[in-house]
C-alpha cells in the first residue's frame, strides 16, 4: 500500500507491517494513541453501531480483530485536513489545554469519517473471507427479494462503503449477483420441473415478464421455452 497525501490510516495495534524507505519530500505523521484519550472520542460518536467505532473499540482493547486496518482516502475532505492539522499544530506548539483540545478534535474527525465511509478501504486476510463468505450466503437465501440496502443493515455496514466492497471483491454488483443466481436458479428449474415458465419468473423474483425474457435471451442465447425444449431434447 503506498499512503497518498492527506490519507488517513488506522492500524490495529496487532496489525502485521512493514514499513518502507520513504522519500526526500515526504512526511508522515505517526499517532500512538492511550486507550483512554479515545474516551471523549467515543462519546461524541454516540451509542449507534458502525464498522469504524468497532474496529477503534477492538484495535484499542488489543484484540485480534478480523480488519487489521482501516485506510480513508480524505484528501480532497476538506474539514478532516484542517482537523487533522489542528491536532498537530496542537501538539506541535504545547498549546494550553492540548489533551482536551485533541480529544474533542479527534472526535470531530470520527464524525466526519462517518460520513466518508464510502472512502475507506479496510483489509485482513480473514475479514475479506467472512464478508464474501456473509455476502455470497445472503445472495443464496435472498435472490427473491433481497437487496444491497437489506443486506447491509443486516451486516451492519454503511450501504456506499459495502457496495464498493462486494464489487471489489467479486467483479459484479449486489445487483448483478441478484440477478445472476435468480437467471441460475430460474435455469434449474427449466431443466428439472414442469413449472410453467410463467410461474418461474414470479418464484425467482421478477414481475415483469418482458424483463425477465429480455435479460434471460441476453444471457444464454434463447427464450426460456426454447431453453426448456432444447436441453429436454438434449
Not at 434449474?188 to 415483469?208: A, F, H, K, R
Amino acid at each position: 500500500m503506498v499512503l497518498q497525501e492527506g490519507d488517513l490510516l488506522f492500524l490495529n495495534q496487532n496489525a502485521v507491517q512493514e514499513i518502507l524507505p520513504a522519500g526526500k519530500d515526504d512526511i508522515a505523521v505517526n499517532f500512538i494513541v492511550l486507550p483512554e484519550f479515545f474516551d471523549t472520542a467515543f462519546f461524541m460518536m454516540g451509542e449507534e453501531e458502525n464498522m469504524l467505532k468497532d474496529f477503534l473499540a477492538g484495535a484499542l482493547r488489543g484484540r485480534d480483530e478480523k480488519i487489521s486496518y482501516m485506510y480513508f482516502h480524505v484528501s480532497d475532505i476538506l474539514p478532516v485536513q484542517n482537523l487533522v492539522e489542528n491536532m498537530v499544530w496542537t501538539i506541535f506548539y504545547d498549546s494550553p489545554n492540548k489533551r482536551s483540545c485533541n480529544q474533542i478534535t479527534m472526535g470531530l474527525i470520527f464524525l466526519q469519517l462517518l460520513d466518508c465511509m464510502d472512502k475507506a478501504e479496510t483489509g485482513g486476510s480473514r475479514f475479506d473471507t467472512e464478508i464474501t463468505g456473509a455476502v455470497l450466503s445472503y445472495i443464496n437465501e435472498h435472490y427473491k427479494n433481497g437487496s444491497l440496502s437489506e443486506l447491509a443493515a443486516e451486516l451492519n455496514y454503511d450501504v456506499y462503503w459495502l457496495s464498493r466492497e462486494i464489487r471489489r471483491r467479486t467483479g459484479k454488483t449486489c445487483k448483478e449477483l441478484l440477478m445472476e443466481k435468480r437467471m441460475q436458479q430460474a435455469r434449474y428449474l427449466l431443466e428439472n420441473s414442469q413449472i410453467p415458465v410463467t410461474d418461474i419468473i414470479e418464484s425467482v423474483g421478477y414481475d415483469n415478464t418482458s424483463y425477465f425474457y429480455r435479460k434471460f435471451r441476453e444471457r444464454y442465447g434463447v427464450s426460456p421455452k426454447e431453453y426448456r425444449k432444447n436441453t429436454r431434447g438434449s
